[in-house]
């Protein structure tokens, strides 16, 4: 069981890497905002990459609780309510998805896990969708499943680095918000029912209480 040192340690490296990105955040940074020398924090962690690889393995365990657990008798709304707890799992480790290439490439020993994870993810969304093809919630012909589902898979993994380019500054609930408007953009032309049923995921997002702010800086 972690120390409470450590975990502080853990949460103050996550909110730092966070906000200013993995790849400017030192070891000695980290220390200095937890008011720790740096020998105390090498005792508990021998380096940044340890802190890095640990904070992927709560990622990874958090998040396929959530792809192991979906209702097998899903609907749309269901369907949405997924999209949400992975959506808010990811969030909260967003520096993974920062520049996760150069992430990958830089720790070797996160990259198999990585990729493995990003891959399951995009699988349950593909079981998903074709459960709501089979039972005819969506008029989605079988051949799209697998790009409509590496689609889905592109809002998760990139948008976040989109709206880092563009500037735009999103708090949390923003930027999931943001991710299944698109989501939903994407499904819209495979909906029955269209106008109704976008309705009905709108106001389903929109009980969720977001609160989105954006600004161009």
Same mark, same amino acid.
């Given at each position: 069981m972690a120390s409470k040192t450590a975990?502080? @340690? +853990?949460?103050?490296?996550?909110?730092?890497?966070?906000?200013? $990105?993995?790849?400017?955040?030192?070891?000695?940074?980290?220390?200095?905002? +937890? &008011?720790i020398s740096p020998g105390n924090l090498y005792y508990h962690f021998k380096g940044k990459e340890v802190i890095v690889l640990a904070l992927f393995d709560m990622y990874r365990h *958090? +998040?396929?609780?959530?792809?192991?657990?979906p209702d097998p008798d899903l609907s749309l709304q269901d369907f949405f309510c997924f999209l949400y707890l992975?959506?808010?799992?990811?969030?909260?480790?967003?520096f993974l998805y920062r520049n996760p290439s150069d992430l990958m490439e830089k720790y070797p020993a996160l990259a198999k896990g990585f990729r493995q994870l990003l891959l399951t993810r995009e699988e349950t969304v593909g079981r998903q969708l074709d459960y709501l093809r089979r039972n005819q919630q969506l008029n989605l012909p079988a051949d799209s499943l697998a790009p409509l589902s590496e689609q889905i898979g592109l809002v998760f993994s990139q948008a976040a680095n989109y709206y880092? @380019? *563009?500037?735009?500054?999103? &708090?949390? *609930? $923003?930027? @999931?918000? *943001?991710?299944?408007?698109? @989501?939903l953009f994407l499904l819209r032309p495979y909906l029955k029912d269209d106008d109704?049923?976008?309705?009905?995921l709108k106001e389903l997002i929109g009980e969720l209480r977001f609160n989105w702010e954006g600004r161009d800086e």
């Open positions: 975990e502080r @340690i +853990l949460f103050t490296s996550l909110e730092l890497f966070n906000e200013h $990105g993995e790849a400017t955040v030192t070891s000695v940074d980290i220390a200095m905002e +937890l &008011d *958090k +998040l396929s609780r959530i792809l192991a657990t992975t959506l808010d799992c990811s969030s909260l480790f967003r880092l @380019i *563009k500037e735009q500054v999103l &708090d949390q *609930k $923003g930027f @999931i918000q *943001k991710c299944l408007t698109s @989501i109704e049923a976008v309705g009905v």
